[in-house]
């Protein structure tokens, strides 16, 4: 079907368990994600909700190939790239981007903003560099002589918001969020995500979002899947997830969320 | 926050116009010893020995730091020892560096079998006392300027990757290495144009300490007269020759003692100086 962004068949990741290594011979494995299926539709917006370790971050990163499934097929617009190496997928890449969870770690402190949107412009060889960087930069709202600045000179909202623009600079078809809003302040949380809002409403992205938050997801999210010890125990539209919870442990994780007025109920 | 940059600033930079100035004058004597020296640093007068230096009773104005026991000229020969420091300063610390960060480069970010092997032979390196390698090294090796670099690449490289492998490792994990990789760039162009960067104002720190040390090495080495051919003057062998005669001529010793201190010093502040200056956090 040509409005799949993403087919994926029985996915499963492990781990080696350095911890129980016996002295000789090959570590025992943890299993991560256990052979998860799903579809995600072009222009979707995915919440990708659990608990932590449940396997969120670890299913995004082998969507988006920064790992390498055991087995199991990952069927990107058509293409399978599970089994694909570094140089086959290195085409690919473009149309399939991340932002990280921390700015600080994930911006290279001894490169310039301008610097840090180009350099993936330049790997992917695209031309009019600056103008494209240029771009990113207004449409993340951050005015063009921050090109010029250190990662270290600017706020943690901004940071973030340089992380953004690296990824849509090279318009990619899904962008992959990992718990981008985790680490600022309640302010600059909500300006990301109305300004990741209104990028997947004029970009058409499809986009992953990684998040403890339920309430972020659901402002944010068409659908929700919730994981589970490495399994999706729950996948549906974020509307029908939040009126009738199918499985035990999306209701619980629905109790738990904090409303703002105690007498008010989800409907 | 600004006032305490301020300070934080103000320190790099004296340190660095310190001792970058005193090694700028080492620099300029040992390249043109042949020309400023006063005397031939070999040139024995024994009618002059053991003058003092030129503010003492006694001195001879010809001598401006005094003789030795031999009635060598001490400023000639310590112009002429500066250019055998230097020399190893520069090309023992450099190959040093290069084979050591380069080793530590590979096995900090490529991990694996790499990994595995320079870490056991690190770990087999450090079992050796460096200088007891270092006089062995050159016995096998024979004396000359060759032997005295040869030796402190093989001893000293171990220096460089243990750090570097370190550094590089936990430069590896941040995001910035993931999202290089999610833009494409490959294994080798991440370890070059995105940790190197990182990992390099640990290396020159490490770069200019190396280079302190060699100094100290061929000194030491020169003092159990392993160094080079004895007639060449060089600082440990005036430092060794000067011991025996402390007492009757304290300033065949004192002088290029204190000058090997000072060259040690400043390549060690100067390494300290230049990683701040580096940073773009402090800068
Ligand atoms: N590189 C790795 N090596 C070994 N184990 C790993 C590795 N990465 C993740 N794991 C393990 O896999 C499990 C799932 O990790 P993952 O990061 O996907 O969880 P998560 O759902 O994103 O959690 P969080 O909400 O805390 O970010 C955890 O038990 C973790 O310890
Ligand atoms: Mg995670």
């Known amino acids: 079907m040509s409005d799949l962004i993403y087919r994926v068949k029985d996915l499963r990741v492990s781990f080696p368990d350095l911890s129980r290594k016996p002295l000789f011979g090959a570590a025992p494995r943890i299993d991560v994600l256990k052979g998860l299926s799903f579809d995600v539709a072009k222009g979707d917006v995915l919440g990708i909700v659990g608990g932590s370790g449940s396997g969120k971050s670890t299913l995004g990163r082998a969507m988006i190939r920064l790992l390498r499934p055991d087995s199991g097929s990952i069927l990107f617009e058509g293409t399978e790239i599970a089994e694909l190496n570094e140089d086959e997928l290195r085409p690919l890449r473009k149309q399939f981007q991340m932002i990280f969870q921390d700015p600080m770690s994930s911006l290279n402190p001894r490169r310039r903003v301008g610097g840090i949107i180009a350099g993936p412009l330049r790997l992917q060889g695209f031309d009019n560099i600056p103008s494209r960087v240029d771009e990113a930069l207004e449409m993340v709202g951050l005015a063009k002589r921050f090109s010029e ?63 403890h938050d339920l309430s972020v997801i659901r402002r944010l999210c068409t659908r929700i899947f919730v994981l589970q010890k490495g399994e999706i125990v729950e996948n549906a539209p974020t509307a029908e997830l939040f009126d009738n919870p199918k499985s035990a442990y999306t209701r619980a994780l629905l109790d738990a969320i904090p409303l703002p007025d105690p007498d008010q109920v989800w409907s | 926050m600004r006032d305490a940059r301020g300070q934080v600033r103000r320190m790099p930079g004296l340190r660095l116009w310190l001792s970058g100035s005193w090694l700028l004058i080492l620099i300029l004597a040992a390249v043109f010893a042949p020309m400023i020296s006063p005397h031939d640093p070999l040139e ?9 230096p030129f503010w003492q009773q006694g001195a001879d104005p010809a001598f401006l730091l005094g003789t030795d026991s031999l009635g060598r000229d001490l400023l000639s020969r310590m112009l002429y020892g500066a250019r055998l420091a230097l020399t190893v300063a520069l090309v023992a610390g450099t190959l040093t560096c290069l084979v050591g960060a380069t080793l530590g480069l590979i096995a900090g970010y490529y991990r694996g079998w790499a990994d595995l092997v320079i870490s056991r032979l690190v770990d087999i390196w450090m079992a050796f006392p460096p200088v007891l390698f270092a006089i062995l090294l050159i016995a096998v090796l024979g004396t000359g300027l060759t032997s005295i670099i040869v030796a402190i690449v093989v001893i000293d490289w171990t220096r460089f990757s243990r750090v570097v492998r370190a550094e590089a490792m936990s430069q590896g994990a941040m995001d910035y290495v993931a999202s290089a990789q999610v833009a494409g760039r490959s294994r080798l162009g991440i370890a070059l144009a995105e940790i190197l960067p990182n990992v390099l104002p640990t290396i020159v720190a490490l770069l200019t300490l190396e280079m302190g040390i060699a100094v100290i090495v061929e000194a030491i080495l020169s003092f159990v007269n392993l160094s080079i051919s004895t007639d060449q003057p060089t600082w440990g062998g005036m430092i060794a020759e000067g011991r025996t005669s402390i007492y009757q001529a304290w300033w065949v010793l004192v002088f290029p003692l204190a000058a090997l201190f000072l060259t040690v010093l400043s390549f060690s502040q100067l390494g300290e100086g230049l990683k701040d200056y580096f940073d773009p956090v402090l800068r």
């Open chain 1, 149 to 211: 600045r250190y990662p270290h000179e600017l706020s943690g909202g901004q940071r973030q918001r340089v992380g953004i623009a690296r990824a849509i600079a090279l318009k990619p078809d899904f962008i992959l969020a990992d718990e981008i809003v985790s680490g600022l302040d309640v302010s600059s949380q909500a300006q990301v995500l109305n300004l990741l809002e209104q990028l997947v409403r004029e970009l058409g992205l499809t986009l992953a979002f990684v998040s």
């Open chain 2, 44 to 52: 024995q007068d024994l009618f002059a020995a053991r003058l003092p």
